[in-house]
DNA sequence: CTGAAAGCGCTTACAG
DNA sequence: CTGAAAGCGCTTACAG
C-alpha cells in the first residue's frame, strides 16, 4: 500500500508537451499561458491528480498560505473545557480562512508559553490569531516583542489606545451598559458584578463600567462591596457566587462577565436557596449555546462571532498584505430570556 | 515595521564558526557532532533566535510535521454551531499533537466536498484525522479511495468489520445497552429511539441496537413504530420529538442518539405538557458540557474525549512511521442524573 | 566528528 | 507566449 510515487510539475510538463515553467505559470493563474496550452496543462493535471507541493512553493515565495490560531486560557488544565465562545470563533475563523484560500493552524497554549514568535519564525504561518481571556498586563509585553519583531498578527480583545497590534473585539462598555439599563429598568438596585473589574481584564472591565455608567444615569451605581474575581468557568462562577454570599452584604442581581460564570453563579444561588430571577436577577455576556439551555435561560449579551471571526481574518490578510489596517470594535446586543425577570 | 531579514543557518554557521551541514546537524539532534561544537552552535540560534524553515526542511525530508483534522458535519450551515462533542475532542486533539511534536492544521468539510486527497499529496499534512457524523454508506467510498491511494488517515466513529482503513471509536452498542438496562430498570417499557437507526448510521444504528439487546433480556423490545430518524441537532431533536408525539403511539421514555437531540426533545416534550422525568425519562449520549445544565439535567453516556483524542493522534502517528496499527473501541459509561427519573 | 555538494519541487526574473 | 536557469533553505549520503 506504498504511495505512488510522487508526481510533480515535470510530469505534467512531460506529458503536456511544455516546460515545467509553464505548468507552473498556469497553476499559479498567470495570464501569460496560451489558451490551448493551458488547457493541455490542465488536463494533464487532472489525469495525474497533481497537486502543488506546498512547502516547495512556500519555500520560494516566502509565504506559506497559513494562518495560526492560537487559544490560550491561563488555567485550563482540562482539554474539553475551553470556553464554548472561543469555539464558536474559533468555527467562524476556520470558515473565513477556508473562504480565503488559506489553511488554519490551531494550537492551544498557555498564556505563560514562549507562543510568541515561533510559528512566524520558522515560516509555519505568515500571521497570528491571538484568542482568549487572561491577564492583559501579563502578556502585553508580549504583543510588544510581537510588534517589535514585526510579526503580522490581530488579538480579539478590548480596543484600548495606544495598544500595541491591532484588536478586533465587541463593544464591551456598551454591552455592559445594555444589561445596567434593562436590571434597572427592572427595578434591580443593588447588581453584583462577578468577574474581575481592573485593567488586568480589560474586556470585563469595559462590562463593568458600561454597567455602572448605565446606573448612574438612574442615580444608582456598582457596590465595591458586591464587585467578586472570577476566571470565565463554571467552576469560578460557583465560587464567586458563594463568596459574595457569604459577604452578607444584600443584592438583587448578578451581572456575570460571562455566560459560564453566570451558569456556575445560578447554580451557588439556586443551592442556597434563592430564587432565580424571583430573588436574584441574572445576566451574562457571551450568549453561548448553552445560555439558552441554562436554567432559567440566561439573559445575556450577545456577540456576533461570525463577523468577527471573518473581520480578524480579513485584518489579518490586509496586515499581511500591507494593506491599511486599523482595530474594530462590533457592536453587542441584548437578548432577553428568563433569568432576569422580564415579562 | 518591516521583519529583520531572515536568518537562515548560513548565518548561524558563520556566527559559530561551523559549516551549515553541521549547524543542521545540531538542530536535528544528530549525535555525530562534538559536544564542544555543539555548545557554539546552539548558543548562535539562541543570540540569532534562529528558527529552523519548516518548508526547507519539508521539501527536503518529504515529511510536514503537520496533521490534518477533518470535521465535517453534513448539513451545517451556521459557523457556530458545531457539535460540541467533536469541539471536545477537537481540543483534545490539538494537545495530543503538541505532545507529539505536531501541528494540526484544522479544516471543516462538507461530506460533499472533494476533501479526501488534497491535504496529503499537496504535503500540507502526513495524516488525516477525519471526525464528524454523516450518512457513512455515502462516504466510504471516499474512505475506499483514500486506502486505495495509500492515504494515511483515522476516523472517528464505529468500529466495523472489513472497514477501510482503521478507526478508533467509543462502545456505542455497550452504551446503548447500558441506556437500556437504566431505563428498563426503573420500569420504563416503551423507549422511543431518536437518531437514525441503520446503516448509514452506524453508531446511532448500535446504540439503538445496544438498548434492543437489553429489552430484550427483559422480554423487552425496541418498537420500530417509536423509531425517529433524526441528524445529531437540536432543532432535529425537536422536530423529532414532535413527530413521535404525532403518532400517538404511546412511550414511557427517550433515548436520544445524541444529548443534542435529547435536549431538543425535551424542549418539545415539556412544550407540549409532559413532565420529564416524571412522565417521559430522557436519556442521550455524549456527555456534552451541557448536559449537566439541561432542564432537567440529562442522564447520558459518557466518551472519554481526552483518551480518544490521543488514541487517535497515536494511531494516526504509528501508521505514518509504519508501525502497526489497529482499530479501537472505548468504553462507554452511564452518567445517570435527573431527566431519567433516578433516585 | 566535519565539510562540500547534491537535490527536494517549486516560482520568477531574464531572454527570446 | 514560452523556455532555460537560478535559487528559496534545508537534509543527508559521501568523503575524509
Redesign the interface.
Known sequence: ????S?VTSLDIAERAGVSQATVSRVLCGSPLVNVETRKRVEEAVREL????????S??RT?R?G?LALLLFEDPTPD????N?FF??M???I??AC?RHGH??????QQLSDDWH??YE????ADGLILLGYGDYLAYRGKLDSL?E???HFVRWGAVLPGQPGISIGCDNHHGGRLVGEHLAGLGRRRIAFLGDASSHYPEFFDRYRGCDAALQAQGLRMEPALQVDAVSSEEAGYEAARSLMARQEPFDAVFAASDLIA?GAMRALTEAGHRVPEDIAVAGFDDI??AR???PALTTVYQD??RA?ALLVESLLAQIGNRPVQSTTLPASLVVRRSSGAG
Open positions: 500500500m506504498a504511495r505512488k510522487k491528480n497533481y497537486k502543488v507541493d506546498r512547502h516547495a512556500s519555500l516566502q506559506s497559513t482539554d474539553s473545557h475551553i464554548p469555539l464558536s474559533l468555527g467562524s476556520t470558515r477556508a489553511d488554519l493552524l490551531v494550537s492551544f514568535a515561533d519564525d520558522s515560516m509555519k510588534v519583531q514585526g510579526t451558569i449555546p448553552m439551555f441554562a436554567q462571532t461570525s471571526g
